[in-house]
């Protein structure tokens, strides 16, 4: 069974860094690309982040380029988010997603989902 | 950058009726490479179509999805009452983008 378990989040003040993980089990890790996904409370879904099966190759939102990365340890099945100079603007549930396996891409569509983990940006 | 605009932003049915989504790119989605998915309060979203019109695992039949270029349709017919909730498409293939959603809620 597929399982998808972020955590990390938590209360940060404007201008703070934060890193959130995501353990994955129940696939093979390495052979599929993760996400990040985030939606700011009553609002919709923004795409983050996305990074390939190997690590190699990351594609970043415009709206994070610079302040986020997106990596993945795979000897310990694990994605990560390091969010940098954080804003209110970044508040929000932060999901992991995996690609379904009919993608045809690494910017596929998804068919994993975490819970999610809550990321608030306040003084 | 692909920008999908979803219409209604409400729409507002009684169990057993049918609803009919739409979601219009600015841009041709190629190999229509279209997704829609549910969400329920909550809850993460959750998959219902790829390919602009199939079914993901475990989906009912009752969920159907159509379109090319630059029109894409999401068809729930017969609602049942766990079917209410938001849906959103999204692009994916060359990039990756939402539409803002459409909320299904009871009349």
């Known amino acids: 069974e597929v399982q998808l378990l972020e955590s990390g989040g938590g209360l940060v003040p404007p201008g703070g860094s934060l890193r959130l993980s995501c353990a994955a089990s129940g696939f093979t890790f390495t052979s599929f690309a993760m996400n990040w996904v985030r939606q700011a409370p009553g609002k919709g879904l923004e795409w983050v982040a996305t990074i390939s099966g190997s690590g190699r190759r990351t594609f970043i939102a415009d709206s994070v380029k610079g302040r986020f990365t997106i990596s993945r340890d795979k000897s310990k099945n694990t994605l990560y988010l390091q969010m940098n100079s954080l804003t209110a603007a970044d508040s929000a549930i932060y999901y992991c997603a995996k690609p379904g396996p009919y993608s045809g891409s690494d910017l596929g569509y998804f068919d994993y989902w975490g819970q999610g983990t809550l990321v608030t940006v306040s003084s | 950058e692909i920008v999908l605009t979803q219409s209604p932003g409400t729409l507002s049915l009684s169990p057993g009726e049918t609803a009919t989504l739409s979601c219009k790119a600015s841009?041709?989605?190629?190999?229509?490479?279209l997704a829609w998915y549910h969400q329920k309060p909550g809850q993460a979203p959750r998959v219902l179509i790829y390919g602009a019109s199939n079914r993901a695992a475990g989906i009912p039949d009752r969920f159907s999805g159509s379109g090319s270029g630059t029109d894409f349709t999401l068809t729930i017919s017969r609602l049942e009452p766990e079917d209410f909730a938001v849906y959103y498409c999204q692009h994916y293939g060359t990039s990756l983008t939402f539409g803002g959603g459409t909320k299904v809620d009871i009349k």
């Open positions: 841009q041709s989605v190629d190999n229509i490479y």
